[in-house]
T-cell receptor, first 113, second 112 residues
Framework: DGGITQSPKYLFRKEGQNVTLSCEQN?????MYWYRQDPGQGLRLIYY???????QKGDIAEGYSVSREKKESFPLTVTSAQKNPTAFYLC????????????FGPGTRLLVL | GQNIDQPTEMTATEGAIVQINCTYQ??????LFWYQQHAGEAPTFLSY????GLEEKGRFSSFLSRSKGYSYLLLKELQMKDSASYLC?????????????FGKGTKLSVIP
């Protein structure tokens, strides 16, 4: 089955700790994205990558970092600099063509202890 | 800047028709998407409009007017499982730009 997987489903972070959220896709999509969703807010773009070894900051990149060493993987690290990390994190991918659709993974809910 | 407006909540009756509106003001426009999101789950793609007019897909239809910065999602023959949030998203920028700007979503409650 082709799709996007995210792990873990729930993640707990202690104060001052960095945590990494996994995102893997086997759709052979070129582009991948990370969004954050807070209650009552729209999805906000954190980082995106259009090709391997390249990524761009989105609207709310501060306190986050990413890497894109492989086409199928786009992990997101929430660093200790992110002061309000509690949110639902969604990873998405798209073919990268002109009229592409973004397809979403199941999400990771991050909670701060 | 980017601004996308949708009603926060709507309620409709099972079997009825409901229209969810979306207005947008963006610095670039390259298409509008509608997604459905059940609570705690990932958004799933419903429709895409890049030209003016109506796109129909079974019980769901989506309309776009680029000159008015306006779209709507029409849901017919409502079912209880249609209770979800509906997200309007605009793709901004020129060719090769894949960024989407999302509205805050409309929470639809379908009642018996």
């Amino acid at each position: 089955d082709g799709g996007i997987t995210q792990s873990p489903k729930y993640l707990f972070r202690k104060e001052g700790q960095n945590v990494t959220l996994s995102c893997e896709q086997n759709l052979n999509h070129d582009a991948m994205y990370w969004y954050r969703q807070d209650p009552g807010q729209g999805l906000r773009l954190i980082y995106y990558s259009q090709i391997v070894n390249d990524f761009q900051k989105g609207d709310i990149a501060e306190g986050y970092s990413v890497s894109r060493e492989k086409k199928e993987s786009f992990p997101l690290t929430v660093t200790s600099a992110q002061k309000n990390p509690t949110a639902f994190y969604l990873c998405a991918s798209s073919e990268g063509t002109f009229s592409e659709t973004q397809y979403f993974g199941p999400g990771t809910r991050l909670l701060v202890l | 800047g980017q601004n996308i407006d949708q009603p926060t909540e709507m309620t409709a009756t099972e079997g009825a028709i409901v229209q969810i509106n979306c207005t947008y003001q963006t610095s670039g426009f390259n298409g509008l998407f509608w997604y459905q999101q059940h609570a705690g789950e990932a958004p799933t793609f419903l429709s895409y409009n890049v030209l003016d007019g109506l796109e129909e897909k079974g019980r769901f239809s989506s309309f776009l007017s680029r000159s008015k910065g306006y779209s709507y999602l029409l849901l017919k023959e409502l079912q209880m499982k249609d209770s979800a949030s509906y997200l309007c998203a605009v793709r901004r920028g020129g060719a090769g730009s894949y960024q989407l700007t999302f509205g805050k979503g409309t929470k639809l409650s379908v009642i018996p």
